[in-house]
């Protein structure tokens, strides 16, 4: 009876410990190391982000988080591109603009014809204030709507703008619209400036964009240089600055150069 007892004990201790070592999923992590982690011993990808957990352990990233250094980016998405999923620091963009893996997918058309309402945004590429290649259509989907500012660095009221939206100027031609800056602050709504000369009235270029930045930064605002013209002459603004104003699930624009009906929809958000 007493040989049998301990029979029985070294068969249960051992079930036990062979369960441990099983990989139900397949992710490369035994049952009991996933236990010991809090993933999901049944889902090879327990947090959902693209790659599997023992993959993630491997890589000293967190299998339970799908942006390990909660930069905006998911870990997918920074492996897929180059920068470090577990470094806050080094995004995918230096500014921590969005980005979308689909705009591989879009049609680069061109900027032909002048814009009108529920034409779509072109799929065009620009250089931010980073000097980074950004596609317009990579703010697809990351809010309600997208505001395009066309301005000039020799552009007082465009300077005011900018200051405004930096938050350096409590007022913007008089008005608070406050709620419009905050909107655009806390992501309801993306704001691109786009500078197309510069304080000559020479083509921008990187070092406008820059200096922008430097005089008025606003986080997660793009200044992007439209030195060819491309984007102003396509909204054809008899001044400037000029706001319109783009629907970002379907990419079309609702606003087409009405700077107070553009900040009257920011407003009421």
Not at 78 to 97: H, K
Not at 147 to 159: K, L, Q
């Amino acid at each position: 009876m007493k040989y049998r007892k301990v029979a029985i004990a070294f068969v249960a201790a051992t079930t036990l410990g062979l369960t441990g070592c099983v990989d139900s999923d397949g992710d490369g992590l035994t049952n009991g190391e996933e236990a010991d982690l809090g993933t999901d011993p049944d889902v090879a990808d327990s947090d959902g982000d693209g790659i599997d957990d023992g993959a993630e352990v491997e890589m000293g990233i967190n299998p339970l988080a799908a942006d390990t250094d909660g930069d905006g980016y998911s870990d997918f998405d920074e492996i897929e591109e180059g920068s470090d999923p577990a470094d806050e620091d080094d995004g995918i963009f230096e500014g921590g603009f969005p980005f979308n893996p689909d705009v591989e997918d879009c049609d680069d058309e061109d900027f032909s014809g002048s814009a009108s309402e529920g034409d779509q945004l072109p799929c065009a590429t620009f250089v931010n204030q980073w000097d980074e290649d950004y596609n317009l259509w990579n703010m697809r989907g990351s809010a309600e709507f997208l505001v395009i500012d066309t301005s000039a660095v020799w552009c007082g009221p465009c300077n005011s703008m900018a200051a405004w939206l930096a938050g350096d100027s409590p007022t913007l031609f008089g008005s608070t619209l406050d709620n419009a800056r905050e909107n655009v602050w806390e992501g309801k709504a993306r704001w691109i400036t786009g500078l197309y000369e510069d304080g000559s009235g020479q083509p921008a270029d990187v070092g406008d964009a820059e200096a922008w930045e430097d005089d008025y930064p606003a986080e997660g605002v793009p200044v992007i240089v439209d030195d060819d013209s491309d984007l102003v002459s396509w909204i054809g603004p008899p001044g400037i600055p000029s706001l319109s104003l783009v629907d970002l699930e379907t990419m079309e624009l609702v606003i087409v150069d009405d700077t107070n009906g553009v900040l009257n929809e920011l407003e009421n958000l």
